[in-house]
Structures are given as structure tokens and as C-alpha cells.
């Protein structure tokens, strides 16, 4: 085992090397990718942490997960930073940075090994692969559960050298927090067992003590497998088996609206696409260009690549079993990377991509354990191994740092985002409505309706392409039009969310209140949790007289989101109809504390104050309406009357 000082200025050393990689990101804006979700549209994490929102965050199944430790983390960043991007994208490099320094522990505790462990961190520090799980706030559960992956490693090395209740213990509690943080680790209990064959060999018979390669590699595996150690290695993990199997469960329930069904995406598909996407990462791994925020499905299946990625698949698999005696890290490292990928390959499909860098950010640590073992192997009798293996390393990091700090680059905002997507595959109709979306919020509609076609043109099943080029036509006075791509979408998916909402948003300009009041009522089967569309039904049904209803609804946009200012200025216009202006005051004030230049609410309070016979406060509140708005013929003729 190395020197203190030396593990010291190795660690010290990669976190230097993966903050200058990565840190540029700290710099960067919210995208419009899942970022609203997490973030700067979800009122739970703007609160920051309160009893509340604690609550709902051990609760809630919100962007279709269980994550309350993600949630809590983000919620503690808007504590600490408000909704400045910048604090939340630290917090991301930071948790990767200690992901990178424990994974160079961890090696070293489990090896011995302090420069190949060195190595394989550093590969898992830089690679560019990883730049969507650092880069992207929405990940934040991917560095903050590999953390205490990172965690349960070490704790699993000191109990595998002495093993105890107590030190047990300390395996699960990180094991637990991960699963809570995202249930990627739900692989985590078998990689222990393949740690256990290698480097901890608790699985292989009885055998003499093997010599140490130089540079404190082991040497071969020695015996082979012994039936009663794996027996053992099983048995002792059952409770995290239990927690797997727990996780799993709830993984399900939280994603069942997220899952593709298997009439839309066939069996036998996900498995072709499950063996190109394992080649897909491996050939990113070893030349990482070209890399997108999205991969769409392919248009059409080809037997060829399919049965090549098949069969290379197998060939390294036999090729790593059948030197797993000689050299056991091929056979730790291959299973490692084919076993952690296997929730995310797509063979229980969440969501519509092929693949995601995301995905790789734990599985290639086998790749890297695998590689650099065998590379310090195959040159340990060369002359020049002492400057040469040091020069190479050198020169691959230097690249794959070069190459990460301007994929990071391409994370600065949706903007940058999709237009880098859209230029790495424009058959992707992910990207071409993301580009949309960006183009329609900067009014130029034409381009926006172009890039949305484009997606039909490419994906004609595409429910949210429909819905966004509705709201395009509809902005450009093309109403009919708007109302056939809205349709068109829930031909496609009849309970998606978006349609229901859009066309219950245009029947209602049409003042057709029944049929919008039935959409925004299907939407909210889909969405209970979304305030907007609460608000939006309080509001039809306001027009249709529904008083007591409409405030019910009001009255739920704000449970979820209690700094809702459109949804205080309506409940309080609900209980002003009602009757009840003094109930109605504090929703107003409510909305002016966060909208304090918002005239319709300063006008409904000057009504509700007038009706409580509060006349000078009531004559204040419309001059500050005339004030923010010198038009408002409403408010000019109440102050008129009122100072006669």
C-alpha cells in the first residue's frame, strides 16, 4: 500500500484534472431539458427545504421516479443559491469530483494498486461520456447515487477484510441512500459478487498465496470457482437483494406512465437495439465524437449490424471466461459493464431513446478497471514500460479532458443544446421539436412550424410535435388548423397530457366551456400534480358560474404551488363573487408579493377593500393600477366614483 502523502497527491491530483474538465459547466444556464421539471417550474424544490416539501419529496413519483435524495439535494441548492443555474451545475462537478477521488480509494483498498486505480479513475474523471451526467442539472441523480455507490465499495472492502454486524451495516446504509437517490444501483449488490472473484477472490477454492505483479497487481487467479464461497457470497447479500428487489418495486409503480408499452416497441426490437447500444457505447468509449443529448430509435432495422453487435458480444464474453483464471479483471471489468447496464439497455423501455451517455457514467468503470489492468500486464516486462506507459496515459487524459471540456460547452442552455443534437443527426425528431420549442419562445413562429413539421416528417406518431405545432398555427391565427393537430395527438396517445391541455385551452378561446372543462379534466388523470392545468380549469369553470368548484381547483394549484400568483388572484376573484371579500384580501396580497406590478390584482383587491367598506386603501390600490397601466378604463372610472 502506498504512502499517505502519496495517495494524498493522487487524489489531490484528480480532482484538479476533473474540475478543469468540467468546470467551465459552472458557467452555464438551465436547459429546457427536464431542467423545468426539476427545478425552475417545480415549486416543491423553489421553496428550498421546509417541512412540507420534505414530505413530498419521500413521497411524490414526480418526472416519473422515486428519488426524495434527489429532491432534497435540489431543494438544499435552492436554499443555498436560489435559481441562479450556476450553484446547481457546482454542486454537480463537486459531486463528481468526490465520485472520481472515492473511485480511486475504492480501487486502491480493493487492489492494492495505486497507479492502475489512479488510472482507471482518472479514465472515469475525463472521458466525455460523462459530461450529460456532470453537465446536465437533471442528472443530478446520477452523481449524487453514484456517490454513495462510491461509498458502499469502500465500506464493502473493509468488510470484506474483516467482516462484522457493524461493518455490514455500514455496507447497507449507503447501499439504501443510493437506491433512494436513483435506482441505478439496483445492479450494485451483483457487482460485490463480481468483486469478490476479483480482486477480493473470496469466491475461488483454497489455493497458495499468489505472488503481487509489480506495481501491485495480483497475479493469476490460481484455483477456480468454489461452489461453497459462492453460496456464501450469495446468502450474505440477500438484504441488499431484498433492497434491490424493493426498489425495483417501486421503480415500476413510479415509471409506469414513462414505460413504452410492448405493442408500440415490440420485444424482439429492444433486444436488436440492447446489442447495438452495448457496441454503440464501446465504440463512443474508444473514439467519443459525435455525441448528442438524444439518440433516436433507428427508422428501420437491419439484420447485419445487429447480428455482428450479437456476436462480438459473445466472443468477448467467452474471451473474458475463458481467461479468467489468468486474468480475472477481464472477466470483473466485461461483466461489470455488460450487468450495470442491463436496467437502462432498453430492455424495459422508459421514454423513446435509443441510448444516452447518461447511461454509461457507472458502467464503463468495468471498461476502464478491465483496460488499464491488462495494459499494465501486457507491458510489465517491456524496457520502456517506466516512461512509456506514464507518457501514453498522459496523452490519452489530455485528449479525453480537451474533448470533454468542449462537449460541456454544448450544455450552456437548451439553445446550444438541441442546435449541437441537431447538427449530429437531423433525423432526430427529439431535437428538431427542442430547436422548435426555443424558436416559437423567440416569436420566430415560421422557423418554429418548420422545425415541428420536420419532426412529423420524421416521426408522423409523434403526440407532442402535434401538440407544439398546433400552438404555432394557433399563435399565427390558423385555428382550424391548430385544432386537427391537437386531435391528431390524442389519435396518437388518447391520454396525453399536452393535447388534452392545448385543445381544452383552444376550445375555451371558443368559448365551447363544456368540451374544455372535459380536457383539462382527462389531462389531470394523466398530471394531478400540475397546478397549471388546475388553475386553468378553475377558471372555465368560473365562467360557467361553478364558484365553489372553480375555488376548489384554485385552491389545489395552490397545495402544490403555494407562490401560484395567477391562482391567489383567481381564488380571490372566486371569493369576491362569493361574497367574501375579506377571505379574498390575502390571495391578492399573496399575488403581489410575487408579481408586485400585477394590475389585475391590485384592481381585484381595490374591489375586495371597497367592499368591506375600506374606501381610502381601495382609492390607493387603483391609482396604483392607473400607474401600472394608464389605460385601465376600470379602475380610472372606480376612482372617479369613489372621489366624488
Known amino acids: 500500500m502506498p504512502q499517505r502523502r502519496t495517495v494524498l497527491l493522487i487524489g489531490l491530483g484528480l480532482a484538479l484534472l476533473t474540475a478543469a474538465a468540467f468546470g467551465r459547466s459552472v458557467g452555464h444556464d438551465f436547459s429546457n431539458y427536464d431542467d423545468g421539471d426539476y427545478v425552475f417550474e417545480n415549486a416543491h424544490v423553489q421553496h428550498g427545504l421546509n417541512a412540507a416539501d420534505l414530505a413530498w419529496a419521500f413521497t411524490s413519483t414526480h418526472a416519473a421516479n422515486w428519488h426524495p435524495l434527489t429532491w432534497l439535494s ?32 475504492a480501487l486502491l483498498r480493493l487492489t492494492g494498486a495505486a497507479w492502475r486505480s489512479a488510472m482507471a479513475a482518472a479514465l472515469f474523471a475525463v472521458h466525455p461520456l460523462h459530461v450529460e451526467s456532470v453537465a446536465w442539472i437533471s442528472e443530478r441523480k446520477d452523481v449524487l447515487s453514484t456517490l454513495f455507490w462510491m461509498l458502499t465499495l469502500l465500506a464493502y472492502a473493509g468488510y470484506a477484510e474483516r467482516p462484522g454486524v457493524g461493518r455490514y451495516l455500514l455496507v447497507l446504509l449507503p447501499f439504501a441512500l443510493g437506491l433512494m437517490a436513483k435506482p441505478m444501483l439496483v445492479t450494485l449488490p451483483c457487482v460485490l459478487l463480481l468483486l469478490d472473484w476479483w480482486p477480493l477472490r473470496r469466491l475461488q477454492a483454497p489455493s497458495p498465496p499468489t505472488p503481487l505483479l509489480p506495481g501491485g497487481g495480483e497475479g493469476p487467479g490460481g484455483e477456480g470457482l468454489s461452489p461453497r464461497a459462492l453460496a456464501w ?62 439518440y433516436p430509435y433507428p427508422r428501420a432495422w437491419h439484420t447485419l449490424p445487429v447480428l455482428a453487435a450479437g456476436l462480438l458480444l459473445l466472443a468477448v464474453t467467452a474471451g473474458a471466461v475463458l481467461l479468467a483464471r489468468r486474468r480475472p479483471y477481464l472477466l470483473t471489468g466485461w461483466l461489470w459493464y455488460l450487468g450495470t447496464l442491463v436496467p437502462v439497455v432498453g430492455l424495459v423501455q422508459v421514454g423513446v431513446q435509443a441510448m444516452a451517455d447518461r447511461y454509461t457514467y457507472v458502467p464503463l468503470i468495468g471498461i476502464f478497471l478491465a483496460v488499464v489492468w491488462l495494459a499494465a500486464d501486457l507491458t510489465a516486462a517491456w524496457r520502456v514500460r517506466r516512461w512509456l506507459l506514464p507518457a501514453v496515459s498522459a496523452a490519452v487524459l489530455a485528449a479525453l479532458a480537451v474533448r470533454t471540456w468542449g462537449q460541456v460547452g454544448y450544455w450552456y442552455n437548451g439553445e446550444t443544446l438541441w442546435a449541437h443534437a441537431l447538427a449530429v443527426n437531423p433525423e432526430n425528431p427529439e431535437a428538431h421539436v427542442n430547436v422548435g420549442s426555443v424558436c416559437q419562445r423567440d416569436g420566430k413562429l415560421a422557423e418554429a412550424e418548420r422545425h415541428f413539421r420536420a419532426a412529423l416528417g420524421i416521426s408522423p406518431a409523434y403526440a407532442e ?82 364558484h365553489a368548484e372553480a375555488a376548489r381547483h384554485f385552491r389545489a394549484a395552490l397545495a402544490i404551488n403555494p407562490r401560484y400568483a395567477a391562482a391567489h388572484n383567481n381564488l380571490g376573484g372566486m371569493l369576491v363573487k362569493q361574497g367574501l371579500p375579506a377571505q379574498a384580501e390575502p390571495h391578492f396580497l399573496a399575488a403581489l408579493e410575487v408579481e408586485p406590478r400585477n394590475a389585475a390584482a391590485h384592481f381585484n383587491l381595490a374591489v375586495a377593500l371597497e367592499q368591506q367598506g375600506k374606501t381610502e386603501e381601495a382609492i390607493r390600490r387603483y391609482r396604483t393600477v392607473l400607474a401600472i397601466n394608464p389605460h385601465a378604463a376600470g379602475a380610472r372610472e372606480a376612482l372617479e366614483r369613489l372621489l366624488r
Open 465 to 546: 410535435a402535434h401538440c407544439r405545432l398546433g400552438i404555432v398555427l394557433e399563435m399565427q391565427g390558423r385555428r382550424e388548423e391548430a385544432l386537427r393537430h391537437y386531435e391528431a395527438a390524442l389519435q396518437v396517445n388518447p391520454a396525453h397530457p399536452m393535447a388534452h391541455q392545448t385543445l381544452g385551452m383552444a376550445l375555451e378561446k371558443q368559448g365551447k366551456l363544456d368540451e374544455a372543462v372535459a380536457h383539462y379534466q382527462a389531462a389531470l388523470r394523466t398530471k394531478p400534480g400540475n397546478a397549471l392545468l388546475h388553475n386553468n380549469l378553475g377558471v372555465v369553470l368560473g365562467k360557467q358560474g361553478k
Open 74 to 105: 435540489l431543494q438544499l441548492d435552492n436554499q443555498l443559491f436560489g435559481m441562479r443555474p450556476g450553484g446547481y451545475h457546482l454542486t454537480n462537478v463537486l459531486l463528481h469530483v468526490a465520485n472520481v477521488v472515492l473511485l480511486f480509494l
Open 233 to 294: 457470497g450469495l446468502l450474505e447479500k440477500l438484504p441488499l437483494f431484498a433492497l434491490t428487489a424493493l426498489s425495483c418495486g417501486i421503480t415500476v409503480v413510479a415509471q409506469r406512465g414513462a414505460m413504452v408499452p410492448g405493442a408500440a416497441l415490440p420485444f424482439r426490437f429492444r433486444v436488436y437495439n440492447a446489442a447495438l447500444a452495448y457496441v454503440g457505447y464501446l465504440g463512443k468509449t474508444l473514439w467519443p465524437t459525435d455525441l448528442a443529448c438524444f
